[in-house]
């Protein structure tokens, strides 16, 4: 009997255990940041790249099984599928957009091709240097800068399709930006820096250092701001005349994935591993806003996605792409 009364504390106790973590989960829950206020799918199976239009207009879209596309982000509508041969589904693993969304370029392996956005139709297909990891394009869409599996990033003509500059690192280049006046690159290594170039000549201007893997870098639109962030560690807006660190975010395990500073350069868009969604003030790093993206389901591989590419939109929205495919709107 003794024993019956024992193993019935013990079960009622450990009951009661399991009661309290499912209702914290609850209240965890309950006090998430919020959600999107507009959600539609760009690929069934998830994504492997992904750029938006500097107005949010657009955004190309390189999918697991089924190839690229190119989207009207208002109209929730698929205007063009692109692949590198008809009848085949392209894994493009690094895409972008021009920040004018006139031209887009998709890159698979030492595959680059350029595309018309108004039309659909490809402008160009050029071999890269080596397998490109990361691209990012000019807001003209005349150059590309391609992050490249050969310890380099190529600033790359993508008219005449010859490579102009090679900017070189100590290990693969994960992470590539282009300042919308044209004049700055920026690039994120595995060597744990970020190096800040010109274009006019190639000429390196800075070197920002990390205790990690730099994959996500970005360049404000004037050029007068770079963000770069290590895996799990440091995020940072540098002053990019002086080389100096204007603000450290408060963010130091998050493990970033996008960037993306607003037209005029006051705040800084985040996108993180695991869906979140920030702005901050890129003046002193303040946290101005938090969202959650929506992941296909709540448990298992479609939990949760990270945020691939997101920008702003001209009525005080952010539109964030997912890796589970999914394209997202979140309210300012």
Known sequence: MTLLLSTARIFRTRTAVALSIILSLFSLTGCEAPGPDKTFEVAVQGVLSAGIAGDASY???????????????????????WNRKAGEYTSFRAADISASGR????????????????SGRSLNFWRAPSKVISVAIGPDGRYALLGMQNNQAAYFDIERGTVLYEFQHEAEVHGVSLSENGLLALTGSDDQTARLWRVEDGAPLHTFTHANQVRTVALAVDGSMAFTSAQREDAVVWDTTSGDALTKLDYRYENFTSARFSPDNKQLVLGTFRGDIYLVSTSDGTELAHWKAKSRSQWGPGSSGAILAVAFTGDKKIVAVSSDGLLQTFSR
Do not use: F, K, M
């Open 59 to 81: 955004t190309v879209i390189g999918s697991i099984q089924h190839g690229g596309s190119l989207w009207d982000v208002n109209r929730s509508e698929r205007l063009y599928n």
């Open 103 to 118: 031209v887009a370029i998709t890159a698979e392996d030492t595959n680059l091709l350029v595309w018309d956005v108004s």
